[in-house]
């Protein structure tokens, strides 16, 4: 289970995009869902934001502890999803499970194949 001692961080145009889209899905904020992670999010200014921390755009490394394999990829808006060019949809799980969160912490998530744990292994923000 993701743990609340990793403080999930949010700049303000991530914060607005995703609570927009949230109360559109009306989704529950449950623990391990993108609401909860929003609902508990410190938001901070957009040109205060932490540059080793995953945002709608950032380009990131994701380790799967279990399995030992990389996935390489783009954290996009749902319209935006293309798997053939890497880019993946913010409401998918994996981008759920990472959002806010910086280069070299782990965190475990419901995935549709099980719980799995994950290391954030590089995150950059053009």
Partial sequence: M???TNPVILCEEDYNKLSHILNLQTVAADEMTLAYEVSRAIVVKDNAF?????RI???VTILDID???EKVFQV????EA????QKVSVLS???AAI????AGEEVTWKMPAGLKKLKIVTVQND
């Fill in 50 to 54: 932490p540059n080793n921390t995953i």
């Fill in 76 to 79: 996009v808006m749902p319209g």
């Fill in 2 to 4: 993701k743990t609340d």
């Fill in 57 to 59: 755009g950032s380009h």
């Fill in 67 to 69: 399995t030992g394999k």
């Fill in 93 to 95: 799980p994996m981008a």
């Fill in 99 to 102: 959002i806010g969160f910086r």
């Fill in 82 to 85: 293309d798997m053939k060019a």
